[in-house]
């Protein structure tokens, strides 16, 4: 199983600004995926990350809002533009099961950010 | 599209009860479908899946069986225990080659001695 690391685990940030998530995994792997959790509701997929081309954002999101790195197979950025309370969610990275075809994802333990 | 609907809760449980969490899918062609469990404090964890009709999938006691006449896949444990206390997601992955997850709204469960 692959080991995910988020960082920051916890932040509390002001309206309008803007803060940058990392993932980083132990193991090199073609796509990472970046979900939000918003409080009581399910997990949403925002986007897929593919190393050396553009990220795939799902309906409803946009590259301006939540603009994505992937600057190798092992890390990615999730960056949350212009905050405001509606964005106070948990932000996942997660990556799939290494030479398998069943779908399993691994997650990491999760961005929780608090917008003021 | 995919949906997931899952039992809402929350569910408070003795220890030793019995435990059914009801989740049913919508989806087209032959998904794949997951329990996903958050533990306080932890990342989601895979607790077991099935890929295709009639299989079961079990783990750590708890078990789902994948019913396509019912397009359903319940989680039951016969005996609770206090660890057991997490936030349980139904999931589904539509029939295609992506890895997009579709989740349910997720149940939490507290268990008390």
């Known amino acids: 199983s692959a080991v995910i690391s988020q960082k920051p685990s916890r932040d509390i940030c002001q309206r309008g600004t803007s803060l940058t998530i990392q993932c980083q995994v132990d193991?090199?792997?073609?796509?990472m995926f970046w979900y939000r959790q918003q409080p009581g509701q399910s997990l949403t997929l925002i986007a897929t990350?593919?190393?050396?081309?553009?990220?795939?954002?799902e309906s409803g999101f946009v590259i301006d809002k939540f603009p994505i790195s992937r600057p190798n197979l092992t890390f990615s950025t999730l960056t949350v533009s212009n905050m405001s309370p509606e964005d106070s969610s948990i932000y996942l990275c997660?990556?799939?099961?290494?030479?398998?075809?069943?779908?399993?994802?691994?997650f990491g333990e999760g961005s929780r950010l608090t917008v003021l | 599209g995919d949906s997931v609907t899952q039992m809402e809760g929350p569910v408070t449980l003795s220890e030793e009860a019995f435990l059914t969490i009801n989740c049913t899918y919508t989806?087209?062609?032959?998904?794949?479908l997951f329990w996903y469990v958050q533990y306080p404090g932890e990342g989601l964890q895979l607790l077991l899946k099935?890929?295709?009709?009639?299989d079961k999938g079990s783990n750590k006691g708890f078990e789902a069986t994948y019913r396509k006449e019912t397009t359903s896949f319940h989680l039951e444990k016969g005996s609770v225990q206090v660890s057991d206390s997490a936030v349980y997601f139904c999931?589904?992955?539509?029939?295609?080659?992506?890895?997009?997850?579709?989740f349910g709204k997720g149940t939490l469960l507290t268990v008390n001695p």
């Open positions: 990350a593919n190393q050396g081309s553009e990220a795939t954002y």
């Open positions: 997660s990556v799939p099961e290494a030479g398998a075809h069943t779908g399993e994802l691994f």
């Open positions: 999931a589904l992955r539509g029939g295609g080659s992506n890895y997009k997850l579709t």
């Open positions: 193991s090199q792997v073609t796509m």
């Open positions: 989806a087209t062609g032959y998904p794949s």
């Open positions: 099935a890929t295709k009709a009639d």
